[in-house]
């Protein structure tokens, strides 16, 4: 009798949980993803590896397990591999990372979003960068420069 109830407790647990889940109430908004290059994430995986070794050659030296020289020998060589990866993600990248594409795919979100719904009294030009901001905002969410 006992296994019968904790039976039928479990079956109204388990549909209590599921029900939520299969209702349309909450939809998911699209975020875009902005694809990497394969090579970029091994270069930039490479960097963060050697820039952690730096950190354990700075650690070791520091504690008296590596003398002078070796530290400096192994600091320069590690030093020199981390300028070499970072001038190649600049070349591959072209000055622009990942951050400006997100961010450049949220303002034309914005600006779609503000065309349909929002009135132009609402909004007021940046003196600085021209942006349209917010007339009650006191920076400029562009630039930072303070509107008042």
Known sequence: ???????????????YVIVPLTENKYKLAFVPF????KKIKN?????????????????EYQMGKLSEQDYNDLKNDYQTNVL????????????KSEID???NEI??????????SASAKNFKYCPNCGKT???????????????V
């Open 1 to 15: 009798m006992n296994f019968l109830i904790a039976i039928i407790l479990s079956m109204i647990l388990l549909i």
């Open 34 to 37: 902005v694809k990497k290059n």
């Open 107 to 116: 303002r034309k979100y914005r600006s779609k979003k503000k065309n349909g």
């Open 133 to 147: 901001v917010n007339t009650k905002s006191e920076f400029c969410t562009n630039c930072g420069k303070s509107l």
């Open 101 to 103: 594409d997100i961010e």
């Open 43 to 59: 270069l930039q995986k490479r960097k963060h590896e050697l820039l952690g070794v730096l950190k354990e050659i700075e650690f």
């Open 84 to 95: 070499k990866i970072l001038k190649e993600l600049d070349r591959k990248t072209n000055d």
